[in-house]
């Protein structure tokens, strides 16, 4: 009989860690997708901006780059 009982508590204890490492993963999952959607918006905002300002150094380097510097 307490064969029995001892194996019932270590099914209950087994199922119990099992229910928790569960919600843990997934948890962790969530989480992860989260930040690879961030990353993704964040890569898009780096292209963005890289875009900008290339095409404002481009700008800059037309007509005023024979001008002498303010200083002069």
């Known amino acids: 009989m307490s064969d029995t009982k001892d194996m019932e508590a270590r099914m ?3 199922e119990s860690r099992y229910a928790f490492l569960q919600d843990t993963t997934d ?3 969530e989480m992860v997708t989260r930040q690879w959607a961030e990353m993704d918006r964040l890569g898009k905002m780096i292209k963005r901006l890289d ?3 290339y ?4 700008q800059a ?3 005023q780059a024979d001008r002498p510097p303010p200083h002069y």
């Open 61 to 63: 380097s037309g007509p």
């Open 55 to 58: 095409e404002m150094e481009q």
């Open 27 to 29: 948890s962790l999952n």
């Open 12 to 14: 209950a204890e087994l």
């Open 51 to 53: 875009a900008q300002l």
